[in-house]
């Protein structure tokens, strides 16, 4: 495990402990940059052979980003290989080390669990939160924390079952209650984001820390230690975020997804960690903050004019990293902090319907980009996060153009004298060698991080997933899948790039998060246009020019055949035999963790009461101390002096009690 033991109240010691943090972003620049015109210069190359039509510009342009974005993602992968194979911790540039948890200084603050809902399963909602807190109660700190349930829930029978639950939670947990509080907000004005406002502002201001969970999340007593102790020992991080683990899938999508993101997410975010150093990201949970700093620095404004770019901030994490970072506190990535965990959706239509609404919240970031005050790196994190899906479209009008591009051609492919009076033929040039080598390098950009990702695991934890043959097997079903159904997900998100320019608003509701096995009807509802539309296009292709028709058809039969792949990969049989056949497993499997053993148990045993032994009162909530959230701004003069004057003040305070 890693992170930064700094524990100096001197705050040029606090920026000592992350050394060299120009020159890694000065490298990652250099690396990504060079790499991204090498290979828009080849694209270049290619399309200039016979001359650029304004076809083939476009092509050009439209290359230059999503193989920008590619590369970015391919220098964080080998940062990051580099560190997790020789075990350095990102941060410190120091062999890593397991976080001492100080309990002293623990014992010297109070720190907040909050887990904001709305309308979610009940009874798996109270198990997490009841898991969670039992793994801190054996911890023996379990009197520095307090935990709240922040219910937006407007639908009125789980509203009722929340009652129930909470009632029936309290008095199964004895005296250990007085510490737990469940809040029911009638107006969910301005969804999560007023939810958390709301108690920052009723009881935030006495608490040091909130550790902010998700309906779906589960933590460990220790890994809420480990946070609580770094975030003590680094007087400037504002928030520390972690890596949440996806577990307890049984669909082949649904493992499919665990899988992948157990065995390359750490090393990806390593990277990341390492050339982001203290202006990292917030992804919404799984997360520590500093309660003074989020109040003072968080207070999110309604944005002018219509969407895609105004209204209420959707995702609204980035942002929040973003107003910490401008007003001078550190956020952090801990890449290899353990016992974090969520729960992802089980199929692939399920898992689109959640990438719609951050389709809208990332494309809303891009609005903010001209804003004065937000520093260079988050706003590359705002570009990013929305490149990673109009990338899709990118991609998807990339081969459509090329599709009539390589039509063109070969309709004029005999056609030498293109001029009036023309003496000398004009003869086609296809530079063969250089479109293999661009084919070639974009192969590696994508599928080489993957590898690495596995050697790494190969060395250090191959156990863990179930021994080394398992694990090959394994990462090559993952990669062939992921293939297979890449072109799938680029339509659908191509499909919510357009709706969001064109203004269709998404609602926010409650995700689906058990596993379930899609109907033929849906799957072929999602789905039937996009297949028709691969015919087509495929008939077409072959018609005209069958070399350009082979170079198609992966993309193509992922389309063909996309009712089937979702209606199958959703199959909790298929998921479960790979799992019996030691495909796919993953360490919260092999060696089951004792929070997630209880979470099982939990939902095996504990049941909603029945509405006769139910308590319906209105449940005790602890005094308040009312404070405001002052609504920041994104104008040219945000920051002005009575914000620095805080910001001062609140550092000195924290730095005194180091």
């Known amino acids: 495990m890693s992170g930064i033991q700094m524990t100096s109240n001197n705050g040029r010691a606090a920026s000592a402990a992350m050394p060299f943090k120009k020159t890694r972003i000065a490298l990652f620049s250099f690396l990504s940059l060079f790499i991204s015109a090498y290979g828009m210069w080849i694209m270049f190359d290619i399309l200039n052979s016979n001359g650029m039509t304004l076809l083939e510009y476009a092509l050009l342009g439209l290359f230059s980003i999503t193989f920008a974005w590619i590369v970015t993602a391919f220098c964080s992968g080998c940062m990051g290989f580099i560190l997790q194979l020789f075990r350095i911790d990102p941060l410190t540039l120091k062999r890593q080390k397991p976080i001492q948890i100080d309990t002293d200084a623990i014992s010297k603050t109070k720190t907040a669990v909050v887990m904001p809902i ?175 700093a989020f109040i003072n620095c968080c207070g999110l404004p309604v944005l002018e004019g219509k969407a895609p770019f105004g209204g209420e901030i959707l995702s609204h994490d980035f942002v929040e990293a973003s107003l910490l970072n401008r007003a001078g506190w550190d956020v952090i990535l801990l890449s290899d902090v353990q016992g974090s965990y969520e729960e992802v959706p089980s199929n692939i239509l399920d898992y689109a319907i959640r990438d719609r609404r951050w389709v809208q ?72 060698e250089l479109i293999d080598s661009l084919l070639f390098i974009t192969i590696v950009l994508l599928l080489l991080p993957k590898l690495m990702g596995l050697v790494v695991t190969l060395i250090h934890r191959n156990k863990e997933f179930g021994g080394s043959i398992k694990l090959i097997l394994g990462s090559l079903i993952e990669t062939v899948f992921a293939i297979i159904v890449a072109p799938l997900m680029m339509v659908f998100h191509s499909y919510f790039v357009i709706c969001v320019f064109l203004g269709k608003k998404v609602s926010w509701d409650a995700q689906p998060r058990s596993g379930r096995m899609v109907p033929w009807k849906e799957a072929i509802g999602y789905t039937l246009f996009a297949t028709l539309v691969a015919i087509a ?39 479960v035999k ?16 004792d929070t997630l053993k209880a979470l099982r148990e939990h939902e095996q045993t504990i049941s909603l009461p029945a509405d006769k032994d139910a308590k319906f009162t209105k449940p005790f909530l602890p005094q308040e101390y009312p404070c405001s959230m002052p609504i920041q701004s994104f104008n040219k003069h945000a920051k002005t002096g009575r914000v620095k004057r805080v910001q001062r003040r609140i550092k000195k305070k924290i730095l005194a009690k180091s």
């Open 118 to 292: 709305y309308n979610e399963d009940t009874e798996r909602v109270i198990a997490g939160f009841e898991v969670s807190l039992r793994s801190l109660l054996k911890t023996g700190q379990f009197e520095h924390f307090d935990f709240y349930l922040l219910s937006d829930t407007q639908d009125k029978e789980i509203a009722r079952n929340e009652l129930k639950a909470w009632h029936d939670l309290t008095a199964r947990l004895g005296d250990t209650a007085k510490q737990i509080f469940y809040r029911s907000r009638t107006d969910n004005k301005h969804r999560k984001v007023g939810n958390l406002a709301d108690f920052c502002e009723r009881w935030g201001s006495q608490y040091e820390h909130m550790i902010v969970l998700d309906a779906d999340s589960i933590m460990t007593g220790q890994c809420m230690l480990e946070l609580t102790t770094s975030m003590i020992n680094n007087p400037s991080s504002g928030l520390i975020q972690t890596i949440p683990i996806p577990v307890r899938q049984e669909t082949f999508f649904g493992r499919f997804l665990q899988f992948a993101s157990v065995l390359y997410s750490p090393m990806l975010a390593t990277g990341s960690a390492f050339w982001q150093t203290n202006q990292a990201n917030y992804w919404g949970h799984n997360a520590i903050i500093r309660v003074d």
């Open 361 to 432: 919240g990332n494309i809303q970031h891009l609005g903010l980009l001209p804003s004065s005050g937000i520093k260079l790196m988050n706003k590359l994190h705002f570009l990013l996060g929305a490149t990673a899906y109009i990338s899709s479209l990118i991609w998807l009008s990339m081969l459509a153009l090329s599709t009539i591009d390589a039509v063109t051609r070969a309709v004029n492919s005999n056609v030498y004298f293109n001029q009036p009076y023309q003496l000398f033929p004009t003869w086609q040039i296809a530079k063969t």
């Open 537 to 575: 296009w495929g008939s077409i292709a072959y018609y005209y020019t069958p070399t350009f028709f082979w170079w198609l058809s992966p993309i193509l039969i992922g389309l063909i055949l996309a009712a089937p792949i979702v209606r199958y990969s959703s199959s909790i049989g298929l998921g």
């Open 578 to 593: 790979l799992r019996r056949m030691g495909i796919f497993i993953c360490p919260s499997e092999a060696i089951e963790d």
